[in-house]
């Protein structure tokens, strides 16, 4: 009996398979049956059955005429029969869809005018949509191209709950500890850091960034290079052999992709580093830059590992199954108490733990403005869908005589609605196919200069970018197509007997939209408008920002002022005084160059960034404990940097030549430093207690400077100078400041060519001025300004667009009521008064509701703006003075047309 039931359900499965064969042949054959035309086959079979049934009822004593018409009754009549075997071998409703965007295309082909404006106004709207979405898919949505991403999380160490992950580096000693856990998987710790890499063949050297990870890396991201290996556990300890790993962009553009290079050696910081192995090319994390990684241990001081204050490196996990991130949250919590207990009252330790999805703390950075801008292009599709269906209505009034004559003939109002949504969704189509060529450039554009932007290498067109494209093609179509169709057969899927009989009563010249039509043009331009109106002022503030960051005073100079950084690594630079002797070299052959005011050395220029702090304790206060008082940026200089970087001297002097090495228990102070830690004394020749190195020294204050920002638009924060020349643990990181009376990027060659003199392996990377350094700290908000801009001019166009559009409908509609008022004695100016007003009056509407929306929607730009609050009065007023000026302007064509009719000519018109 199993047998019988196995062959019976054998058999239903054979027979579900086989139906489904069969139906979807035929559907493949229906539908092959759409362009096959060929109907001589039918004629010839229905007259050869004709005639059949015609002499048998002939034999039956019928005469022919009646045998005729008894066999016509019963098979339907030819057009009958024809159309019912038309229906059985094709697809009816695809034939008349087909049918129906042929016909449009054929329309719009007799409007080229119209077409082309419509196309150009859904390419825009579309191109920069699908863009938008390319970039959020590949950074925000799609999973990160690692095994099981769901499970990862980066790890930080807290001070208090929810703080900002930017900064909150984890010290090595904490990670080792954490290791304990039972809650992950596994864990690994990294850091970002850089290597001279010695130039081979007749190269020259170069600076590249690289990555020191953990043997444990790639296991936790569940990565394998594409060709050798990963470190291994014994090369990843102090003192292990010297291994690297090569990102693929290196290995093709530096060994030509040759696999060979494996087990060979290359240079860096003047140590031998055997390639072990190649990292698959989609790898960039944590983003395209490293070209390269050690091991953890090589990059990084054995004095550290143990290190529970030093605060350098990043840590990620990959969560036990089941793990929640709460509950590793508590363990590691639990872990970090432990440490507070034994180590806190000494240093900067943190005092809890909390993890981030690892895919949200990559797009950290980028995730609001990546949204914002997602909004204001789909506020600028909207516009655009607004404006084409503003068009459409006015199109639609030309044509109103001939739906109504349809209509007479018998089309539903379904039949005649779908055919003008098949017009739009012509129009979007075509515009759709230009705004996805449109989209690949500006997605090209946004990948090459959108610094920071993480996993760019998986930002391209897909098809789920596709099926988006063809959503917003469809949705852009119906929206844009529905409402007009509706109004122009009436407003409804129900005949409407009596607008379409006054519709047959009107002639050519005095068709009329109506007081509905006209309200329906005035509502969708208010909405146009008002969506206009978030666009400006949302803009206008990221603007302002923008122009204020930009003009922030930084307290040193700018113009001619060249920065060159070099990083002095290797054996030869292992001793304070083998950095002081190239230090003091180059600065006297550079200083010597033509056309040199001044030049002088530092470790980062105001604006380049954060680098590191201090703790600092006052005479009296116990270095044991932590510093009551903020830490302060560490900075390096040498006697000549302030002057060079016009930094104005405020308090005693700066360093003396003589303070280099073991001579150099002094510091430099900004202003802030001074009032934050010694209120209204005298900080001159206060004395300070920090640590440089790994020893709690005492120094003299002997100069207070002015302030200078560490990050253009960041809070400022106390600074504190060392001598260069001291052997600083930042002596060997050094910038070239250098200050000329003329064009300052001709001395990048000379200076180039006097470093490599001193040292053939040294290269200098990140040659930049002064200007070009600001400039670089403001590229992020001015990119999102300009975007946005961009995004609100063309919003702005749009509505300018659709209300002169509006107002053309309205004079047109009008021109036999304007002749008439002229008739009876109205002025021009009266006539030019109330069509202004006519087409004014929705965009006050629009311009009041985009104010009360734009109240709202600015507070999502809170994070973004620079010395610009949401609210900003001359924001809102600039974007009221702009919309009503390009309304005016907009309105006035048309009201000037109108006020000069010609009274007669319009009354002989009606």
């Not at 395209?288 to 490196?313: Q, R, S």
């Not at 996993?455 to 852009?476: C, P, R």
């Not at 960034?609 to 206060?621: A, F, H, K, M």
Request: proline share 4%; aromatic share 6%; hydrophobic share 50%.
């Amino acid at each position: 009996m199993a047998g019988d039931a196995g062959r019976s359900n054998g058999g239903i499965a054979d027979g579900v398979e086989g139906g489904a064969m069969r139906k979807l042949r035929a559907f493949l054959l229906r539908l092959a049956g759409v362009w096959r035309k060929d109907e001589g086959d039918f004629a010839a079979e229905f007259e050869s059955h004709l005639t059949m049934e015609i002499e048998d009822g002939v034999r039956g004593g019928l005469s022919e005429q009646e045998a005729r018409r008894q066999a016509l009754i019963r098979h339907g009549g030819y057009a009958q029969t024809q159309q019912a075997w038309r229906e059985q071998r094709g697809l009816p409703w695809l034939e008349i869809l087909l049918r129906d965007l042929s016909r449009g295309a054929r329309t719009l082909w007799r409007a080229p005018g119209f077409a082309l404006a419509a196309v150009a106004i859904v390419a825009l709207g579309i191109g920069a949509n699908v863009a938008l979405f390319t970039l959020v898919r590949a950074v925000l949505l799609r999973p990160l191209p690692f095994a099981q991403p769901s499970r990862l999380v980066a790890v930080y160490g807290m001070d208090a709950p929810g703080e900002e992950a930017s900064g909150n580096l984890v010290a090595p000693g904490d990670y080792y500890d954490w290791r304990k856990t039972a809650a992950f998987e596994g864990m690994a710790i990294w850091r970002v850091s850089g290597f001279n890499m010695a130039g081979a063949a007749g190269e020259l050297p170069e600076f590249v960034e690289a990555g020191s990870g953990s043997a444990e890396l790639l296991p936790v991201l569940g990565v394998r290079p594409v060709l050798g290996r990963w470190f291994s556990t014994q090369e990843d300890t102090s003192g292990g052999p010297l291994v690297t790993v090569l990102s693929w962009n290196l290995f093709e553009r530096r060994f030509h992709g040759n696999p060979a290079v494996l087990g060979t050696t290359m240079r860096l910081n003047m140590q031998a580093y055997t390639i072990v192995g190649v990292l698959p090319r989609e790898f960039a994390y944590p983003d395209g830059e490293i070209a390269l990684w050690v091991p953890f241990h090589a990059d990084t001081a054995a004095k550290l590992i143990d290190n529970h204050y030093a605060h350098l490196a990043h840590v990620i996990g990959r969560l036990m199954p089941g793990v929640t991130a709460q509950a590793a949250d508590a363990e590691l919590t639990a872990i970090q108490r432990q440490i507070v207990a034994q180590f806190g009252a000494a240093g900067s330790v943190r005092k809890l733990v909390e993890t981030r999805p690892m895919q949200s703390d990559m797009a950290r950075d980028v995730r609001q403005p990546l949204l914002v801008l997602q909004a204001a292009v789909g506020c600028l599709l909207l516009i655009g869908c607004l404006n084409l269906a503003n068009l459409m209505v006015a199109r639609g009034a030309g044509r109103r005589r001939e739906i109504a004559v349809r209509t007479a003939l018998g089309s539903s109002r379904l039949r005649l609605c779908i055919e003008q949504v098949a017009e739009s969704l012509v129009l979007c189509a075509t515009g759709g196919a230009a705004g996805m060529a449109l989209a690949m450039l500006a997605v090209r554009w946004l990948v090459r200069h959108w610094n920071g932007l993480p996993q760019t290498e998986s930002v391209h067109v897909d098809g789920v970018v596709l099926l988006f494209a063809m959503g917003l093609v469809m949705l852009t179509g119906v929206l844009s197509g529905l409402v007009p169709a509706l109004a122009a057969t009436g407003g409804g899927l129900r005949s409407s007997s009596r607008g379409m009989t006054e519709a047959l009563k009107d002639n050519a010249r005095t068709m009329s939209a109506g007081a509905g039509r006209t309200r329906l043009l005035r509502s969708l331009l208010a909405a146009e408008v008002g969506l206009t109106v978030v666009l400006l002022v949302c803009a206008g503030l990221l603007f302002t920002s923008f122009l204020r960051l930009k003009g922030e005073e930084i307290g040193c100079a700018t113009d001619n002022v060249l920065t060159m950084r070099f990083f002095l690594r290797g054996h030869a630079y292992r001793q304070p005084a083998q950095i002081a002797a190239l230090d003091t070299a180059l600065l006297e052959k550079v200083r010597a160059l033509r056309g040199v005011e001044a030049a002088g050395l530092t470790n980062v220029v105001p604006g380049d960034g954060y680098y590191s702090d201090r703790s600092v304790w006052l005479r009296g206060e116990d270095e044991n404990r932590a510093s009551p008082h903020d830490q302060p940026l560490f900075r390096t200089a040498d006697p000549g940097y302030f002057a060079a970087m016009g930094i104005p001297l405020l308090r005693g002097r700066t360093f003396a030549e003589n303070e280099r090495l073991d001579n150099h228990h002094v510091v430099v102070v900004s202003r802030l430093f001074a009032r934050e830690f010694f209120g209204a004394k005298d900080a001159v020749g206060q004395v300070i207690r920090t640590q440089l190195g790994w020893d709690v020294e005492t120094f003299e204050v002997v100069g207070v400077v002015g302030d200078t920002p560490w990050e253009l638009g960041a809070q400022e924060r106390p600074m504190i100078w060392f001598p260069i020349f001291s052997g600083a643990p930042a002596s060997s990181d050094a910038v070239l400041v250098i200050r000329s009376s003329g064009d300052v990027e001709q001395l990048a060659l000379p200076v180039q060519k006097i470093v490599a003199s001193l040292d053939a392996d040294l290269p200098v990377t990140r040659i930049l001025t002064m200007n070009q350094v600001l400039g670089l700290a403001t590229a992020d908000s001015q990119r999102n300004a300009t975007l946005l801009g961009a995004f609100a001019g063309l919003s702005l166009l749009l509505a300018a667009v659709g209300l002169y559009g509006v107002l053309s409908y309205v004079v047109a509609q009008r021109r036999g009521e304007i002749g008439i008022r002229m008739a009876l004695g109205a002025r021009r100016e009266e006539v030019l008064r109330l069509m202004l007003g006519s087409g004014l009056r929705p965009a006050l509407w629009g311009l009041g509701c985009g104010i009360v929306v734009s109240l709202g929607a600015t507070q999502a730009l809170r994070a973004t703006l620079y010395a610009t609050k949401p609210l900003d009065a001359g924001v809102y007023a600039g974007t009221v003075a702009v919309l009503l000026a390009a309304a005016i302007a907009a309105c006035l064509v048309p009201a000037w047309r109108a006020a000069k009719t010609d009274p007669m000519a319009a009354l002989r018109a009606e």
